[in-house]
């Protein structure tokens, strides 16, 4: 059966440090992944989706970029974290573009 | 961008009722679907409902979608206290994107 794995849970950072959220997904192979965030009481916010290893496609300018190294393994980075970039990340991933979308747990990211 | 939008942000019923939550969106799409999400937690997917499908049923859920109106509606019949959550609409655009947008959500409060 397929899973997704989505670390840490939990995270606090300051102003102005790196940022590094992983996921992986096991038992699937070429999965669309996407990252979302969402602000306390909201909705879900595109971040960035990927069809294809290399194949990234951004839907917010923003010091946050994303990369996929291998072909489950998605990756959100901030080279320095901004006050705004608060929130709960949620990394997703479909077996194709026409089926259900299967969540990992979330990070909650607090920048202080 | 926001594709779907909840209507209503907010629903509080008691045990045993009826909630329907409905979603507009505002371009074409492959299908919309619905999820569910409990407190700090990653969303789940309860149905999908393709654009040339009108009505679509899971235990006690059941989704319409109306193409021409750009709407669907998301019906939870004889609530529990255990459906107390946020629920989510999710678009799938049509035209060969592979972006899944979601709504703000509808929180639900099932009262005993």
């Known amino acids: 059966s397929q899973t997704i794995h989505q670390w840490p849970a939990t995270l606090v950072q300051p102003v102005g440090s790196p940022l590094s959220l992983e996921c992986t997904v096991e038992g699937t192979s070429n999965p669309n992944l996407y990252w979302y965030r969402q602000a306390a009481g909201r909705g879900l916010q595109l971040l960035f989706y990927s069809v294809g290893i290399g194949q990234i496609s951004s839907e917010v300018p923003q010091n946050l970029s994303a990369s996929r190294p291998q072909d489950r393994q998605f990756i959100l980075s901030s080279k320095k974290l901004l006050l705004s970039d608060s929130g709960f990340y949620l990394c997703a991933w479909s077996p194709s573009p026409n089926t259900e979308a299967f969540f990992g747990q979330g990070t909650r990211l607090t920048v202080v | 961008s926001q594709q779907g939008e909840e209507d209503p942000q907010a629903l509080s019923i008691q045990e045993g009722e009826n909630a329907t939550m409905n979603c507009s969106y505002k371009?074409?799409?492959?299908?919309l679907q619905w999820y569910r999400q409990n407190s700090g937690r990653g969303l789940v997917h309860l149905i999908l409902i393709r654009s040339n499908e009108r009505e679509k049923h899971s235990g006690r859920l059941r989704v319409t979608l109306d193409t021409s109106k750009k709407s669907s509606s998301l019906l939870i019949t004889a609530s529990r206290a255990a459906d107390t959550a946020s629920y989510f609409c999710?678009?799938?655009?049509?035209?060969?994107?592979?972006?899944?947008?979601f709504g703000a959500g509808t929180r639900l409060a099932v009262h005993p």
């Open positions: 371009t074409s799409i492959n299908n």
């Open positions: 999710a678009t799938l655009l049509s035209g060969g994107y592979n972006k899944l947008i």
